[in-house]
C-alpha cells in the first residue's frame, strides 16, 4: 500500500488489497486432515503444457530425465505428474512417460472450455480444489513449470522448485 501510495500518490486509506481468488481455497484448507493412506513418497511435477509445444517437450524430458535418476539411484520415490488444465486435443500423457515410477494423475472432468476458428479447447474442471490441495501437501516437493500452481505450493510452505526452459533455444 506504501509503495503504491508513493508511486501513484494515492492516499492509503484509499487503497484495497485483495488476495488472489484462485488462492482463497488455501486458507480453507489450512485444517483438512491430510490423505495418509498415502504411504509412497511423491515429487509432484506441475506440467506447463499438453501439447507438442516445446515447453511441453522439454518438460517431459524433464520429467523422464528425473524417473530415470530415481530408478538408477534405487529410490523409493516416484513422480506424479499433475497435467495443466487447458488443452487443446485430447490425447494420452501416457504415452510420453519412459519410466515405470512416473504416473500422471488426472484429475476434474473434461469439458469444451472454447472454440475459435474451429479448434476447440478443453479445460479439466475441479468443483473444489481439496484434492489439489493434499496433493501438494502430501509431497515431498513440487517441481513447477511456468505455473501459478507453484506459487500456491510456496503459500502452502512446500519445498518447490522453479524450472525455466533454456534460453540458448529462445
Same mark, same amino acid.
Given at each position: 500500500?506504501? +509503495?503504491?501510495?508513493?508511486?501513484?500518490?494515492?492516499?492509503?486509506?484509499?487503497?484495497?488489497?485483495?488476495? @488472489?481468488?484462485?488462492? +482463497?481455497?488455501?486458507?480453507?484448507? #489450512?485444517? #483438512?486432515?491430510?490423505?495418509?493412506?498415502?504411504?509412497?513418497?511423491?515429487?509432484?511435477?506441475?506440467?506447463?503444457?499438453?501439447? !507438442?509445444?516445446?515447453?511441453?517437450?522439454?518438460?517431459?524430458? *524433464?520429467?523422464?530425465? /528425473? &524417473?530415470?535418476?530415481?530408478?538408477? !539411484?534405487?529410490?523409493? *520415490? /516416484? /513422480?506424479?505428474?499433475? @497435467?495443466? @488444465?487447458? #488443452?487443446?486435443?485430447?490425447?494420452? =500423457?501416457?504415452?510420453?512417460?519412459?519410466?515405470?515410477?512416473?504416473?500422471? +494423475?488426472?484429475? &476434474?472432468?473434461?469439458?469444451?472450455?472454447?472454440?475459435?476458428?474451429?479448434?476447440?479447447?478443453?479445460?479439466?474442471?475441479?468443483?473444489?480444489?481439496?484434492?489439489?490441495? +493434499?496433493?501438494?501437501?502430501?509431497?515431498?516437493?513440487? *517441481?513447477?513449470?511456468?505455473?501459478?500452481? &507453484?506459487?500456491?505450493?510456496?503459500?502452502?510452505?512446500?519445498?518447490? =522448485?522453479? #524450472? !525455466? /526452459?533454456?534460453?540458448?533455444?529462445?
Amino acid at each position: 500500500k506504501k +509503495e503504491i501510495s508513493r508511486k501513484h500518490k494515492i492516499e492509503i486509506s484509499k487503497i484495497d488489497i485483495l488476495k @488472489p481468488f484462485q488462492f +482463497e481455497y488455501i486458507d480453507k484448507n #489450512l485444517k #483438512l486432515k491430510l490423505n495418509k493412506k498415502n504411504k509412497k513418497k511423491y515429487i509432484l511435477f506441475v506440467c506447463c503444457a499438453e501439447d !507438442n509445444s516445446r515447453a511441453s517437450i522439454e518438460e517431459f524430458n *524433464i520429467i523422464n530425465h /528425473i &524417473g530415470k535418476y530415481l530408478i538408477k !539411484n534405487k529410490s523409493n *520415490i /516416484i /513422480i506424479k505428474v499433475r @497435467p495443466y @488444465p487447458y #488443452l487443446s486435443k485430447k490425447s494420452n =500423457l501416457n504415452k510420453r512417460i519412459k519410466f515405470k515410477n512416473i504416473f500422471i +494423475e488426472n484429475y &476434474g472432468t473434461l469439458r469444451v472450455r472454447r472454440t475459435f476458428n474451429d479448434k476447440v479447447e478443453y479445460i479439466r474442471y475441479e468443483s473444489n480444489d481439496n484434492y489439489k490441495y +493434499e496433493l501438494i501437501k502430501n509431497s515431498i516437493a513440487v *517441481i513447477n513449470f511456468f505455473s501459478t500452481m &507453484g506459487i500456491e505450493s510456496v503459500l502452502i510452505k512446500k519445498f518447490t =522448485l522453479f #524450472l !525455466n /526452459i533454456k534460453f540458448d533455444n529462445l
